[in-house]
T-cell receptor
Framework: GAVVSQHPSRVICKSGTSVKIECRSLDFQATTMFWYRQFPKQSLMLMATSNEGSKATYEQGVEKDKFLINHASLTLSTLTVTSAHPEDSSFYIC??????????FGPGTRLTVL | QKEVEQNSGPLSVPEGAIASLNCTYSDRGSQSFFWYRQYSGKSPELIMSIYSNGDKEDGRFTAQLNKASQYVSLLIRDSQPSDSATYLCAVGGNQGGKLIFGQGTELSVKP
């Protein structure tokens, strides 16, 4: 399957700071990437759909000014959590869409906000 | 009403047995169906995709799709303890590229 990388894998930050997470498709070009978050023992929650060269589409209830998404190239999408607070602590996972609707997931970023 | 439903489990099977995981979906326009495996603390990994009615086999895994019944299943033959994970059913094709995920079924394979 296709390879998607995510960086960093783990980040601990102080409340009020911003954190940027990078998602890269390593061996294919992804016109569409997705950002999810997952709390312990819960299923994936789609946050937004990111299309190369256009504004991200956010799911209902997700604050677009808090979770800034940029998809500047066919292989890179970034998620910036602005002014992070402890309730933003979660497992953030990106995925890249393949040719037949399948999604290939990155390894995830575990964010802890103190 | 949930759009993709799975039994949450846990489903416990002995080593060597067949594990059967089931999923139903509500959108008749769905075109693509996927099974992901997620180990605790890790991200999901795609293990099977199926797009047409019938069975699709890949090693120890068989995916079955019945669009008339809006039902998709995953069979794992000769289950191993390393198969212990949460299995996510995902459905797509009518959501602008988005996949709708079920809550996942936790599988435990006992040695």
């Amino acid at each position: 399957g296709a390879v998607v990388s995510q960086h960093p894998s783990r980040v601990i930050c102080k409340s009020g700071t911003s954190v940027k997470i990078e998602c890269r498709s390593l061996d294919f070009q992804a016109t569409t990437m997705f950002w999810y978050r997952q709390f312990p023992k819960q299923s994936l929650m789609l946050m937004a759909t990111s299309n190369e060269g256009s504004k991200a589409t956010y799911e209902q209830g997700v604050e677009k000014d808090k979770f800034l998404i940029n998809h500047a190239s066919l292989t890179l999408s970034t998620l910036t959590v602005t002014s992070a607070h402890p309730e933003d602590s979660s497992f953030y996972i990106c995925s890249a869409r393949g040719m037949s609707d399948e999604q290939f997931f990155g390894p995830g970023t575990r964010l802890t906000v103190l | 009403q949930k759009e993709v439903e799975q039994n949450s489990g846990p489903l416990s099977v002995p080593e060597g047995a067949i594990a059967s995981l089931n999923c139903t979906y509500s959108d008749r326009g769905s075109q693509s169906f996927f099974w992901y495996r997620q180990y605790s603390g890790k991200s999901p990994e795609l293990i099977m995709s199926i797009y047409s009615n019938g069975d699709k086999e890949d090693g120890r895994f068989t995916a079955q799709l019945n669009k008339a019944s809006q039902y998709v299943s995953l069979l794992i033959r000769d289950s191993q303890p390393s198969d212990s994970a949460t299995y996510l059913c995902a459905v797509g094709g009518n959501q602008g590229g988005k996949l709708i995920f079920g809550q996942g079924t936790e599988l435990s394979v006992k040695p």
